[in-house]
T-cell receptor, first 115, second 114 residues
Framework: NAGVMQNPRHLVRRRGQEARLRCSPM?????VYWYRQLPEEGLKFMVY????????ESGMPKERFSAEFPKEGPSILRIQQVVRGDSAAYFC?????????????FGPGTRLLVL | DQQVKQNSPSLSVQEGRISILNCDYT??????FLWYKKYPAEGPTFLIS?????DKNEDGRFTVFLNKSAKHLSLHIVPSQPGDSAVYFC?????????????FGKGTRLHILP
């Protein structure tokens, strides 16, 4: 009865490096969402994906950030050339059906620290 | 443009008393509302939800009330217990523009006092 899995739980990067965050949805869930939480802030939606498709990326920064959810394997949130302002907790959530009227279940998050 | 607002950043309640957390929303297209609870260093955990066709949903010590005309919902926890100390996020879901969206509030930190 595994829930949403995220790894790594903690990630330290130096400015200019790449960060790769992984998310495996709950069994039977084919919809994945990524959120970012900055200190003292709420959860900010970044991107919504189904297998092999980006459905809504309206919350993603235009540069350096990308996401994918391949046919096989976990969803990946990739941040290229990280900057200090990228330091945050990144949460992945999954749902059985698309997001309207459907409960999303969250993973434990990846805490990214950029030095 | 904050579509989901939790105006109290924090709330302290005596153990055993009722905790009431409030949430306001601006978009009448929202039709499904959720509350999540979050402990430090963990992901948010789903607590309770309510559809816009209802005005109340109860699950054990947790009750969510929805007032559509006021665009307001509240979470009642009674009796409050020490383990309820956490950050509570309100979320609203619905078709906004072309897509279904879920929008989270900034959270309310609940402290249960012994």
């Amino acid at each position: 009865n595994a829930g949403v899995m995220q790894n790594p739980r903690h990630l330290v990067r130096r400015r200019g490096q790449e960060a790769r965050l992984r998310c495996s949805p709950m069994k039977g869930h084919s919809h994945v969402y990524w959120y970012r939480q900055l200190p003292e802030e709420g959860l900010k939606f970044m991107v919504y994906l189904q297998k092999e498709n980006i459905i809504d990326e309206s919350g993603m920064p235009k540069e350096r950030f990308s996401a994918e959810f391949p046919k096989e394997g976990p969803s990946i949130l990739r941040i290229q050339q990280v900057v200090r302002g990228d330091s945050a907790a990144y949460f992945c959530a999954s749902s059985r059906l698309r997001q309207g009227g459907e409960t999303q279940y969250f993973g434990p998050g990846t805490r990214l620290l950029v030095l | 443009d904050q579509q989901v607002k939790q105006n109290s950043p924090s709330l302290s309640v005596q153990e055993g008393r009722i905790s009431i957390l409030n949430c306001d929303y601006t978009n009448s297209m929202f039709d499904y509302f959720l509350w999540y609870k979050k402990y430090p260093a963990e992901g948010p955990t789903f607590l309770i939800s309510i559809s816009s066709i209802k005005d109340k949903n109860e699950d054990g010590r947790f009750t969510v009330f929805l007032n559509k005309s006021a665009k307001h919902l509240s979470l009642h926890i009674v009796p409050s217990q020490p383990g309820d100390s956490a950050v509570y996020f309100c979320a609203a879901s619905g078709r906004i523009g072309r897509d279904d969206k879920i929008i989270f509030g900034k959270g309310t930190r609940l402290h249960i006092l012994p």
